[in-house]
């Protein structure tokens, strides 16, 4: 459910695509509707995000508690506000910030509010601050909501959606559509968008969707919308939506690809909730330009939780970098870690790490980063910005291409203050991409080197061998700046069936610090 807040060539970590979407499979939609794929039951309002299932651990989870009326929690959730004429959807109303169309109800859960008429309506839009989800190696995730669908009187032009987007550009970092429906017609879908635009593996921009499917009852009561991101095979991966536990679709990875299935999804991803009005997807599911002038104001999307789950992969610890010389200790687990600025901020232990983005300060904990290491007591790390040695170098100044092979960390910013992400190479040194870390102020961007530029790498084997070594070790696995990373003890076999495969058809290295 892409939407590009700067038009329909932007797209960013707040972003959404164009959709020129559904018209094709729209054709077909009187026959899926009449598909039921399994007897729903309505769930009530919990007011507490249920704890991890079995064998699973929770990285991510709200359950919308706090006074009525107010805002919900900054630690984890931003706004995403501006004009719905600017992203790209041909949707009409203007996201804002206030709790007159986004707060808490007193009872648990959170309420996004659409309020107007005819084509002036306000509504809300709320994201996590960073890309805080993803699969590991080896794992599964799960990110879940109970949500209760909005039930106007008349709901020609309502766009409710529960979905998940890789930071970067779009489509190629990867969407997660985990709940959408339009027009109150008390329907589901599920849909994954990647590859390129238009066109592509995933044919863009309609993706690969489930079509919009019946979802009796999800109007008038709460109802548990999931996906589960599966890589325990990580050269056959899926993804599956479920309607109250029960699986109604699934995609694979062999459907786009190897390569353009690990530029999506083996990463995190940021989750979003918003309540649109108006747009190519509503108009073209009823033959009509919504909203009308008979649309019912006031309808509400409500969220009683939102959770995220994950597995431990055979290969654990970061996906995305691992932890290189120039990172400071900042604070112990449950301190606060202090930061001059904007910081990449690493939490974990014995080369099990989990990152995130912060600006002034972080609480180093569970709560905030979830737990890479188990058991075992933890600390905070900040990363030097640019320039510091041994790991940063400039590759674009502002308003250029930061050129580069494979998926790198890629810092934005000057004077101390950056923006981070994990981007491929050609990504534009902008801050339509990364926000703005110093307004006023020109910025650059600076890649950081893969192994074995780290000074802190050490080979240990070619692809196939054996990487040895006494102790426990976080070991990177890959060739030109794509790798996988896993903690290990004593040692570990250097192949694909152990950490997936990051860079298919080249000649693999471990590496281990």
Known sequence: MFRSKFGLKDTHTT???????????????????????????????????????????????????????????????????????????????????????????????????????????????????????????????????????????????????????????????????????????????????????????????????????????????????????????????TITFYLDGSAYYSVSEAQVGTATWQAAFDHNQSIILDLAMGGTFPDAACGCTTPSGSTTSGGTLSVDYVAAYTTTGSATGSTTQALPGTWTQCAAENGTCTLNGTSAVAFGANGRFTYTTATGSTPCTTGVFGDPASGVVKSCYAEAAPPATDIWSACASENNTCAFSGVMTVAYGANGSYRYATLPGGTPCTNAVFGDPISGTAKTCSVVSPPPTFVTWTTCAAENGTCSFSGTHEVAYGANGQYFYGSFSGGTPCTNGVFGDPASGTAKYCYYQ
């Open 15 to 237: 972003g959404r695509r164009a959709r020129t979407r559904r018209l094709v499979w729209l054709a077909t939609l009187a026959p899926m509707v009449a598909l039921l794929y399994g007897t729903t039951t309505t769930q009530p309002a919990t007011a507490a995000a249920p704890g991890a299932p079995s064998g699973w651990s929770t990285v991510f989870s709200d359950d919308f508690n706090g006074s009525a009326g107010a805002a919900p929690s900054s630690a984890n959730w931003k706004f995403d506000t501006g004009p719905g004429a600017g992203f790209g959807t041909g949707e009409i109303e203007t996201m804002t910030d206030s709790t007159a169309n986004t707060h808490l109800d007193g009872n648990g859960n959170l309420d996004i509010t659409a309020l107007g008429s005819g084509s002036s309506w306000t509504s809300g839009r709320i994201q996590t601050p960073t890309a805080n989800v993803g699969a590991p190696a080896g794992g599964k995730l799960q990110v879940t909501a109970s949500i209760q669908q909005p039930s106007p009187s008349s709901g020609l032009g309502y766009w409710p959606a529960f979905w998940m987007l890789g930071p970067g550009q779009w489509p190629e970092n990867g969407e997660i559509d985990v709940m959408e429906d339009v027009n109150a017609l008390s329907d589901v879908a599920g849909t994954i968008h990647c590859g390129t635009s238009p066109g592509g593996p995933c044919n863009e921009g309609t993706g690969i969707s489930s079509g919009l499917r019946a979802c009796s009852g999800c109007q008038s009561g709460f109802h548990t919308y999931s996906m589960i991101l599966d890589r325990t095979d990580t050269a056959a991966e």
